[in-house]
């Protein structure tokens, strides 16, 4: 079993920066792949970014890419996304995710849910 809970969102304006913070407990931490997922009002959840259990491989939607960077420390059991140059329409509340493996990829199912975290960009 692994809890998660995220930290940092917040209100900011258009081209501003946030970091967001994931805190998980429970026992190996270190062997899953980690991700951020979003959900903007009235649409659906998508993808944002994922890393791989060592933080060697990093992925990222198109909309983030070169905006946003995702990076986990093992020893602190917390991944971290860096959102730069924000826009509106980033504006969603953030989740993290653990998945079902070690390595990310579009097939590997989430097993872990953070709460969520509020991200308002305002123009």
């Known amino acids: 079993q692994v809890q998660l809970v995220e930290s940092g969102g917040g209100l900011v304006q258009a081209g501003g920066s946030l970091r967001l913070s994931c805190a998980a407990s429970?026992?190996?931490?270190?062997?899953?792949?980690m991700g951020w997922l979003r959900q903007a009002a009235g649409k659906e959840r998508e993808f944002v970014a994922a890393i791989s259990y060592s933080g060697g491989n990093r992925y990222y939607a198109d909309s983030v890419k070169g905006r946003f960077t995702v990076s986990r420390d093992n020893a602190k059991n917390t991944v971290y996304l860096q959102l730069n140059t924000l826009k509106p329409e980033d504006t969603a509340v953030y989740y993290c995710?653990?998945?079902?493996?070690?390595?990310?990829?579009?097939?590997?199912?989430?097993?872990?849910w953070g709460q969520g975290t509020q991200v308002t960009v305002s123009s």
């Open positions: 995710v653990a998945y079902g493996s070690s390595w990310y990829s579009q097939r590997t199912e989430v097993d872990y």
């Open positions: 429970g026992r190996s931490f270190n062997t899953y792949a």
